[in-house]
């Protein structure tokens, strides 16, 4: 054993004295480049587009009603990055992640239309567009611009509509895809095999965002008439356009006009307006005895013609008792009623 050991180290001591002997040519130094890459040199320009669309997304993504003060703020606070341009760039893409989450979100769309409010009282003066200009010929800037650029992507969004022509491409592939879903389904059930079958295709889930973008528009935009950023004219032309085509509407304007009303109806029904409202609500009426509507569309427009009825009461606030009192009434007559059922007296 020790023989093997004293082999081994007789080897490496060998090993080190020809390692001495050999000789190696001497090596350059690595010359540095000029193009090198160094991680140092990289710079981030803070007010880049997709700085702020991160950014600004992760703040949408925090706003609460609690946190709505704070988060308001750093909001506002990117818009206003625009003060440096000339075009109000950083400030319309603040506004379309604003529009986007609104849209996407409508049960949240009276938080975001007081977003936009507290955005058009409060951005910088210094903001403005060189090529938006007053009656004067001075660019537009600040609250004034802010509401422009806004009111200008309502419009474009609500003059589209929420069946764009991708979306109804996308329901006619739909039709195609669950008629072939419903055939493999059938074949499957007759063979008895275990191959899953796709139900919905990805045009199926396109056109039912654009369908849910469409309708949290419409609650958008009757928000924003709420907090008097938008004037009542619009909106009755928005009513007017919805219910442009009484002999044969579409399922979407009837579901547009519907969220509208339900909306903005009680602020709109005044004196003033009366008449309007009226003509409004006759059309209406025709429409639930139409042909041409769906029985879901005919029930939709007959409750919206219940609730002004109601002075726009909902059905269960006018159902639900209002005080302590009456609540109590409202059990002993229920356990009443129950008696008279069960034992037949009088």
């Not at 009825?309 to 209002?322: D, L, T």
Request: hydrophobic share 40%; glycine share 6%; with cysteine.
């Amino acid at each position: 054993m020790n023989k093997v050991q004293q082999g081994h180290g007789s080897g490496f001591n060998n090993f080190q004295a020809n390692a001495q002997n050999v000789k190696f040519e001497p090596v350059a130094p690595l010359q540095v480049s000029a193009n090198r890459w160094d991680r140092k040199a990289i710079q981030i320009d803070p007010d880049s587009p997709e700085i702020v669309d991160r950014k600004v997304k992760g703040l949408l993504n925090k706003l609460t009603m609690e946190k709505f003060d704070s988060i308001s703020d750093q909001v506002i606070a990117w818009a206003n990055k625009s003060e440096k341009e000339k075009d109000g760039r950083t400030l319309i893409q603040v506004i379309r992640l604003v529009f986007e989450k609104a849209t996407d979100e409508a049960t949240w769309s009276e938080m975001y239309a007081r977003l936009c409010r507290k955005m058009m009282e409060q951005i910088s003066p210094k903001v403005q567009d060189d090529g938006i200009k007053n009656p004067e010929g001075k660019p537009i800037a600040g609250g004034q611009l802010f509401r422009k650029y806004l009111l200008n992507r309502c419009q474009e969004d609500f003059e589209r509509g929420w069946v764009a022509k991708e979306a109804t491409a996308a329901a006619a592939a739909v039709k195609a895809s669950e008629d072939e879903a419903a055939k493999a389904a059938n074949k499957q059930s007759k063979e008895g095999g275990t191959e899953e079958v796709a139900l919905y295709s990805e045009e199926y889930y396109a056109a039912q965002k654009a369908k849910r973008q469409g309708l949290g528009l419409i609650k958008f935009i009757g928000e924003l008439f709420k907090l008097q950023m938008l004037t009542e004219r619009i909106m009755h032309e928005c009513v007017k356009k919805l219910l442009g085509n009484v002999e044969n509407p579409e399922e979407e304007e009837i579901e547009s006009l519907c969220k509208l009303l339900t909306t903005v109806g009680a602020s709109l029904d005044t004196q003033k307006a009366r008449a309007h409202m009226d003509v409004y609500f006759s059309r209406m009426k025709e429409l639930t005895k139409s042909l041409n509507v769906s029985s879901r569309m005919q029930f939709m427009l007959q409750d919206i013609i219940e609730l002004r009825e109601r002075k726009w009461i909902s059905r269960n606030a006018v159902a639900a008792p209002a005080t302590i009192a009456q609540i109590h009434e409202t059990v002993s007559c229920e356990k009443y009623n129950m008696c008279k059922l069960l034992f037949g007296f009088k």
